[in-house]
């Protein structure tokens, strides 16, 4: 399994089902591999929360990194 692949398996069974309950969700948008920085975008009620920010690193980012360790960091496009 690539990176990549790990990426949106964690993105798809961890990160979307937590964001989908409170009407967001998250898409992956690209993984620069040299970095270690995953691009996403919060969609739906996520995309505007005032919290937005927050539930990016507690949420999304713990998630993933702790799947796939490559990933250093988590940014919103």
């Known amino acids: 399994m690539t990176i990549q692949e790990k990426i949106m398996d964690a993105l798809k069974?961890?990160?979307?089902?937590?964001?989908?309950s409170h009407g967001g969700d998250v898409s992956f948008i690209k993984f620069d591999e040299e970095s270690g920085t995953l691009y996403v975008d919060l969609i739906g009620s996520c995309g505007t929360c005032p919290?937005?920010?927050e539930t990016l690193r507690m949420t999304v980012e713990t998630a993933i990194k702790e799947v796939v360790p490559e990933v250093k960091s988590v940014v919103r496009s």
């Open 13 to 20: 069974t961890k990160v979307s089902p937590a964001l989908q």
């Open 51 to 53: 919290y937005a920010q």
